[in-house]
């Protein structure tokens, strides 16, 4: 699922794997694994059994303008 926009994610459920967090984003396969086991994945990861789950709140949150760029006319 590449080049999603914000109201694309609105079907997906709470927590997302993590390549289609990474297809999203834009990070390959390997770059998205390596930064999952760092902790250094730019949305909030956890793992449930063998598996990587991202949060589609923050990956949402990581896709929305800032709020000042929200307010300006």
Request: charge should be positive; hydrophobic fraction near 40%.
């Amino acid at each position: 699922m590449g080049h999603a926009t914000l109201d694309d994610l609105g079907s997906l459920p709470p927590f997302i794997n993590l390549m289609t967090a990474a297809g999203i984003l834009g990070i390959g396969r390997t770059k998205a694994y390596e930064l999952a086991r760092k902790g250094k994945f730019p949305c909030h990861v956890i793992v449930v059994g063998a598996s990587y789950k991202v949060s589609l709140k923050e990956l949402i949150k990581l896709m929305s303008p800032p709020e000042e760029a929200r307010k300006a006319p």
